[in-house]
């Protein structure tokens, strides 16, 4: 069975996830720990629980959902899976970010390989579907388990609300098909986990959500 742990990492409050099972292999998805102590929560609780980390996920390649991977890579040997058309995103490859009055630095760590829509990322007992769910970015990816009913949406899609699509590349309109052709054809008990806030239920977010 998968183990969820979420860890709400930098200013920007952004969901961490790292999922394992019996077999103690783990991913990441979306690893945004910029500070020390957020990089230390993080490896510590990797430790204690004996996990061995097999792969680094992104749902999308935003700077506050990748600001950990440098740190990933230099800890556990891993470089990041996404899909390649969030890599033409401008400013990614300078790893200098002005948000706000805060400017994040990071380390940039390009793919270890692409991953398209409908591909599986395996690990343990433990299967992801990716799928495409372009809009907020090009190249946004969800991952879908269906043995344990839950899906990790990235910004793509929020409890009552969805992802902005004023930066670029986004478009509302692609954001909004995304949603109802590819998430909105899950089960309706599966569990939301968005990129930022409270997870959801693909059925509340069916009946709720006065975005889509």
Known sequence: ???????????VRENTYLLYDETKEAVIIDCGADSHDEKKQLSDFIREKGLALTHVLNTHLHFDHILGNGFLYETYGLK???????EAMPGLKE?????????FKYEPVFAERYIDDKETVAFGASRLEALLTPGHSPGSLSFYSEKDACVFTGDALFRSSIGRTDLWEGNHETLVQSIKTKLFNLPDNTIVYPGHAEPSTIGAEKQYNHYV
Do not use: H, S, W
């Open 1 to 11: 069975m998968l183990q969820i742990k979420v860890f709400v990492f930098n200013p």
């Open 95 to 103: 790893g200098v970010v002005k948000f706000g009055r805060t400017i």
């Open 80 to 86: 990041p899976e996404y899909n390649r058309a969030d």
